[in-house]
């Protein structure tokens, strides 16, 4: 691993978590010199500067965007396409760009469409799977991303250059980093992301059409049930956004999801016992292979 | 509250996490003198007495029974009928017995097929609901019950001081006891803990079915999908025991699942972008007012 090269300037846009933690780690590791935020509410900028996340907070984007080394877009994914048209014209020739959402797909054709060739060999799409229970620039920690994986997406016009120095700062903040193309990445975190969350909504709202008073059903929920729901608790602007984004991979995997449950369902009616205690143990099985497998 | 009264002879049958964390509970409280233990495993039994759980290990049910006050059962509720016929000749005509089967609908129906109607008025129907990630009597602990809810279900026949007697010994364990019927018990399961096992098992079920190579999937789930999979960890014999046991109010709620997932679903389709989001901020709410609650 060849060591990351500096930055001067590096601009986070949306700093948040995602945002405020990258920026939190690539200080600590060194490879950082000057740290300016765009973003929407006053509030929050004021306390990434307060909690020295940020150095300075930009008024607009011809500012932010002078003399940048690398541009972050850590907002809420479904605004991607606003702030690269945004952005776009105050691009420096050698401004690198990356991004941290959920769907990479959209955030491609996004930049297709609004980042002139010269940007777009500069911009490397991203996702950090780190967790997300907490959110705003005081969640936002050094080591969030240490053992993390974080995925890249070039695309066809991507400079290899620039994947190799967007990689090289995620590892400097502890990330695993993988490549794949975009609608691999929209498909794995279909089936192992969203579709989750979608049951862990979908749970949610059948309990609330089940009865009149969900809490008293809701009494003697257990730990298990908890877990299973935390999901449920994201936020719902950002889960449209995704769903949106992610519409088609996302819908063949509720359809898959139907037919296994389904399945499961004729079991149950024909009381297989043997092939019930089969589905279940094999279920368990891949579950206990891959908490090994992540040791 | 009156204080319970203490017990000379407990008999735990299936001397695991359920059966000892009671046992550690009852003796800590100060409300027994003598406990005998009766299981399958001698390895375990024995560890069982190493640890101080049990005083004794009972070699056969007629002996275990003798002076008994009260014979609590833990071991899995797909084994319920059978045991109590095995022990319906030995009870004492006062010896109280509850269980903790996360099914009560069967156990009533077990009860009324093989005990006397004198055992009858004496059994008290239970289901404790604490956590069950491991298993085994290493795994018992003195306030696995604190804080925790204990459902009883009496039923017709079933004494009320027999009631108020069980209820005094799970309140010394610091549980939390409801009432109610054996119905009302196995609908309320079936949608805050039955239904959520099926949906996690049948999501492993679905990675496992849609590539060659679900590790390459899995390889990038992040703690989310480690939450909501949780209980997709839990035994198949006992989750195939439970889901015959409580079938139909089961099969009511994964239908009712499968109608409010397809209701998503259309959404998505017709891209109904206000709608998804009030959907998943009505299931963001519920679960937060159910947290709050919890407090």
């Not at 300075?56 to 972050?72: G, K, S």
């Not at 024909?270 to 589905?279: C, F, G, T």
Request: charged share 20%; net charge neutral; hydrophobic share 40%.
């Amino acid at each position: 691993m060849t060591t990351a090269t500096a930055l001067n300037k590096l601009v986070v846009i949306g700093v948040g978590l995602i945002g405020g933690s990258f920026a939190l780690a690539l200080r600590k590791a060194g490879l950082v010199k000057h740290i300016t935020g765009l973003g929407r509410s006053p509030g929050n900028m004021q306390r990434a500067v307060e909690l020295g996340v940020i150095d300075e907070i930009a008024t607009d984007a011809a500012t932010a965007m002078h003399n940048a080394d690398l541009v972050f877009l850590a907002m809420p994914v479904g605004q991607t396409a606003a702030i690269l048209e945004h952005i776009a014209p105050y691009l420096h020739a050698n401004t690198l760009i990356t991004d941290a959402g959920s769907t990479k797909r959209d955030v491609v054709a996004a930049a297709r469409h609004y980042l002139s060739m010269q940007s777009r060999h500069h911009f490397v799409p991203g996702h950090p799977i780190a967790g997300a229970e907490h959110s705003g620039v005081q969640a936002a920690q050094t080591d969030l991303y240490n053992n993390k994986h974080v995925i890249l997406t070039p695309f066809q016009e991507t400079d290899g250059k620039a994947v190799e120095r967007i990689r090289r700062l995620w590892q400097a903040c502890g990330a695993n980093v993988s490549l794949m193309p975009a609608d691999e990445h929209d498909r794995v975190l279909a089936a192992t992301s969203h579709l989750p969350h979608i049951l862990a909504f979908t749970l949610m709202n059948q309990l609330q059409h089940s009865t009149n008073q969900p809490e008293s059903l809701l009494r003697f929920a257990g730990s298990g049930f908890r877990d299973f729901t935390r999901i449920a608790s994201s936020s719902p602007e950002m889960w449209r956004d995704i769903c949106l984004a992610n519409r088609e991979a996302l819908l063949e995997q509720i359809e898959a999801y139907q037919r296994e449950l389904n399945d499961l369902k004729v079991l149950l009616q024909k009381q297989d016992s043997d092939a019930l205690k089969q589905s279940f143990s094999r279920a368990r099985n891949l579950r206990e292979d891959w908490l090994k497998n992540q040791d």
